[in-house]
C-alpha cells in the first residue's frame, strides 16, 4: 500500500531538511520512497493533507521501563508503546530491571515474540551482571548473538556496577561486540538512604539527601573506563553541573549523554512547594545552577539525547509518603510538550531538538534506517504542531501508571499523527 503525506513542513537533520517549506512524503510497504513538492496524488492509494504542520522522523526513546515481565500491574509492553506513539516516540529501548531480569532467555523470548505485534519498535538492554546484582557478569555475548536485532546494549540501569574491575572487563567485551553500555551514574556508597537533593529541600524537611557527587564520581569513574576500553559508554539522565563539566574535558566520540525532561525543566524549589512523592526519582530535581548547567548542555552538544525515563508505579505505591514512595516517573506523552520549551527559550532549534529526539539516539543504538527520512529507511514519522496546547488528563494517559507531576497540567505542542512502518497507528 502506498501513502502519500501532502503539505507538510519536513524536519530531518540528517538531510538538512528545516522545516521552512511545505512539501510531501511518498510512502510504500512500510518505507519512505521520497520526499518532493506536489508529489501527485494519483501515486498513492490514501493521501492523507498534513495542513502545513511540521513532519519529522519518528522519535526515539533509548530509555525506558515497560515493567514487563513481572511487573505489569505497573505497565507492560501494549500500554508502554500505546503511551510511546502518543507522544510520537516509534522506537524506544527498555531497560532490564524487570522480573526476572533481561539477562533471562526466556525473558527476552517472550519480548522478542511480543514485540511483533506491537505499534511500535522494542529494544532492550540487557544486563551487565547477572540478575543485576554485581557479583558476576551476565552471559550478554551469547544473548546479543541469540537476539541480534532486539539488544543494542547493557546496563544494570537502577544500579550502578560497583566493583570497577567487573565494569571494566565487561566494556572490553562490549567494545568487541559493539554493544552499547547505558550507564547508570551513582556511587552507591554516597547514595545511602537519599531520598531527594543534597540541598533547599532536603534541609527544610529534614529528609537524607542525595550528593551531586553521587552522580559524577561514578560518571568519571565510567568515563575513564571507557576512555581506556574506548568501548561506547553512554551516560543516563545526567542531571549535574559537576558532570556536565566531566563531559566537556573528557567527551569522545564512543562517549554520548541524555538528559531527560524533568531535570530540564523542574529543580528542587518544585518541592518546597509541594513534597509530591511524583516529584521523586533518582537522581532527584536538582538546583537551579543544575537545571540551568544541563540545559546550556543540551545546546552546545554535550548532552546529545533526551530521553525520559519513564518509569511507571502505581498509585498505590505512590501515594505514600515521600521517603517511602519508589524513585521514578512518566513521562512518554509529555516529553515533546516539555522539550519544547528549550525551543522557547533559545537553547535549541526546532531542528536541534528534533535531532535529539530522534537523529541522535539512532545513531547511538546503531540502527541507520530509523531517526531519519531518507529513501529506504522505515516510515516511522511523528506530525506535531507547536502553537497547538492540550491538557494532560487521566483520561489522554495511556499508560497503566499515573505518577507524573503534569497530569492535569496544560502544556504546549501537540502530537498529532504518529505513523509506524507507514500506517498511522495514533491521531489525536
Known sequence: MSILLKNAKIIDPLQNLKGDKLSDILIENGKIIKIDKNISSFEASRVIDLEANYLSPGFIDIHVHFRDPGFTYKEDLETGSLAAIS??????????????PLDDELALFYINEKRKNLPCLIY????????RKGEALSDFIYLKEKYKDLIVGISDDGNDVSDTLLLYNA????????????SHCEDKYLFEDGHLNEGKASSFYGIKGILNECESIGAYRNIILALRTKAR??????????????????????????????????????????????????????SKDDVKAIKKALSENIIDVIATDHAPHSEKEKNIS????????????????LSLKLVEEGYLSLEKLIEKLSTKPSQIIG?????????GSL???????????????REVNKSKSFNSPFLGKTLKGKILKTFYKGELVYES
Open 87 to 100: 507522544g510520537g516516540f516509534t522506537s524506544v529501548v527498555c531497560m532490564p530491571n524487570t522480573n526476572p
Open 124 to 131: 532492550v538492554a540487557t544486563t551487565i551482571t547477572r540478575s
Open 171 to 182: 566494556m572490553k567485551l562490549a567494545k568487541e561486540y559493539n554493544l552499547v553500555v547505558f
Open 233 to 286: 559508554l553512554h551516560l543516563q539522565h545526567v542531571s549535574t553541573k559537576e558532570t556536565v563539566k566531566l563531559l566537556k574535558v573528557f567527551k569522545k566520540e564512543n562517549i554520548s549523554a541524555e538528559a531527560t525532561p524533568h531535570h530540564f525543566t523542574l529543580s528542587e524549589e518544585q518541592l518546597l512547594k509541594d513534597l509530591d512523592p511524583n516529584l521523586k526519582m533518582n537522581p532527584p530535581l536538582r
Open 322 to 337: 515521600f521517603e517511602k514512595a519508589p524513585f521514578g516517573i512518566i513521562g512518554l506523552q509529555t516529553a515533546f510538550s
Open 367 to 375: 540502527k541507520p534506517f530509523i531517526g531519519n527520512l531518507k529513501p
Open 379 to 393: 516510515a516511522n514519522i511523528t506530525v506535531f504542531n507547536t502553537d497547538e496546547t492540550w491538557v494532560y488528563t
